[in-house]
């Protein structure tokens, strides 16, 4: 009884510190108290199952004569009397065994809740950005360009209207004498009056690249020196960039002020945020799109 009562406090304890510990993640959490409630509903979970190991599991060691098969009679009659007396032992074991489920389950619920600080999932926010169809090309103060607006070799970075300091969106503007320009097929039309727009996230380790060599017409990461080609569609030249920062597709309306033809061809920034089916699609998808 006294063992049975040792198990039976300890895993009562353990299940209400597990629901303490609950409440007072809902209602907006202390790191301390949730830190004890832990400590306390894994410590009774442990002082109840080692308890119960230690001081109700039968630990007497029995032999049996294996070429006699058949029970005796005396064998059958002492089975009847150990089944027969402690049936109210038994239920008491029972009670236990639902604390236990109990309290291993309220701990698993407990352990589970914080999940849901996680956030939701971001589906394909990884492989998208705000440019759309027709967004005109502002600077960081939200003001619309045109070509004529730019020096020759500047650069620039600018957004889709309505959307100034968009972390993923933002874009290195960059005007070029078009005759030096060597695009990859298709793209003979992204880059009115040479106005060359390329994603500013490394396609490395997602850093900015912000600087600018315009003798050599190189845009480089400062974080591990790659170095992109802006003549050539920002190819890499240099650096462990293995691939080439997005180029986003430009054109001049009515006004004469830079507008995006569309989204960026591929996701923009690490490689690794792209190996996803998902990503795939998206990829196949927006060069549907653009070409």
Known sequence: MRA????????????????????????????QLEGVLLGLSLGGLGVGVTAWAIKLLPARTETEEREELASSDAEEAAAEEDIGGPIEAMSRRKALARLLVGAGGTLLGALAIPALSLGPRPGD???????TPGARVVDRDGAPLRPTDLVLESV???????????PDSQTLLIKVDPDLLNLPDGRAGWAPDGCVGYSKI???????????????????????????????????????????????????????YLIAQGDF???????????????????????????
């Not at 926010?125 to 440019?131: N, Q």
């Open 4 to 31: 049975e009562r040792t198990v039976a406090l300890a895993l009562s304890a353990s299940i209400a510190a597990s629901i303490g510990l609950v409440i007072v993640y809902v209602l907006g959490g202390e790191a």
């Open 125 to 131: 926010s990884l492989f998208r950005t705000l440019w």
């Open 156 to 166: 620039t970075t600018v957004f889709p209207e309505g959307e100034a300091g968009s």
């Open 202 to 256: 490394c396609t490395h380790a997602g850093c900015p690249v912000g600087l600018y060599r315009a003798e050599s017409h190189q845009l480089l990461c400062p974080c591990h020196q790659s170095t992109f080609d802006v003549l050539d569609g920002a190819v890499p030249s240099f650096g462990p960039a293995d691939r080439p920062l997005p180029q986003l597709p430009l054109a001049v309306d009515d006004e004469g």
């Open 265 to 291: 061809p591929e996701p923009v920034g690490p490689g690794f945020w792209n190996v996803t089916t998902g990503g795939g699609k998206l990829m196949q998808r927006h060069r549907t799109v653009h070409h």
